[in-house]
T-cell receptor, first 114, second 116 residues
Framework: AQSVAQPEDQVNVAEGNPLTVKCTYS??????LFWYVQYPNRGLQFLLK????DNLVKGSYGFEAEFNKSQTSFHLKKPSALVSDSALYFC????????????WGAGTKLIIKP | EAGVAQSPRYKIIEKRQSVAFWCNPI?????LYWYQQILGQGPKLLIQ????????DSQLPKDRFSAERLKGVDSTLKIQPAKLEDSAVYLC??????????????FGEGSRLTVL
């Protein structure tokens, strides 16, 4: 079965420290992987994607993600957290049905403390 | 460039009443999606349109939910009659053709429904 897991409901990080938001997936073949961010009372915004190529992909707002095929993971990272990074983060993988629907994780709430 | 517009932002109704949500996608985006996002869960696709045709509505509870995109631009999602479990945020998104391939969907701010 195709699935995405975000094992942490919430991640707390001090401002200026590095942050990691975890994501693991289960899908056969080569995965297309995505991260979205949702600020309070706002819609989801696309952050970055991995389709092929370099395992480290860079996205918006200084975020990057590392694709690890052997661990079936696609963790989101940022070297130095900002208070404004506090938001809900969703990982998604493209499914293998005929319409390639996105399969979403449950989300991780990231709290950056000053 | 204007983003995806949704209305109303908030709606409170009693169970068994009806409600409608409206979405206007980004100009030129042929594909339009309606998602349901329940608190603590990821978005769940309800229906996907390509222009004015339905591409996927396999997870739409058709006994109570309906959606249309008559002219291939804006869309309406209706719930009738509403149940308590329909309380959620209804997200509209749009993309260029093939958006599911690139994963780059553009979302509106959502319509939050509370069913009492």
């Amino acid at each position: 079965a195709q699935s995405v897991a975000q094992p942490e409901d919430q991640v707390n990080v001090a401002e200026g420290n590095p942050l990691t938001v975890k994501c693991t997936y289960s899908v056969s073949g080569n995965p297309y992987l995505f991260w979205y961010v949702q600020y309070p009372n706002r819609g989801l915004q696309f952050l970055l994607k991995y389709i092929t190529g370099d395992n480290l992909v860079k996205g918006s707002y200084g975020f990057e993600a590392e694709f690890n095929k052997s661990q079936t993971s696609f963790h989101l990272k940022k070297p130095s957290a900002l208070v404004s990074d506090s938001a809900l983060y969703f990982c998604a993988v493209r499914g293998l049905d005929s319409n390639y629907q996105l399969i979403w994780g449950a989300g991780t709430k990231l709290i950056i403390k000053p | 460039e204007a983003g995806v517009a949704q209305s109303p932002r908030y709606k409170i109704i009693e169970k068994r009443q009806s409600v409608a949500f409206w979405c206007n996608p980004i100009s030129g985006h042929a594909t339009l999606y309606w998602y349901q996002q329940i608190l603590g869960q990821g978005p769940k696709l309800l229906i996907q349109f390509q222009n004015n045709g339905v591409v996927d509505d396999s997870q739409l509870p058709k006994d109570r939910f309906s959606a249309e995109r008559l002219k291939g631009v804006d869309s309406t999602l209706k719930i009738q009659p509403a149940k308590l479990e329909d309380s959620a945020v209804y997200l509209c998104a749009s993309s260029l053709v093939g958006g599911q391939n690139t994963g780059e969907l553009f979302f509106g701010e959502g319509s939050r429904l509370t069913v009492l």
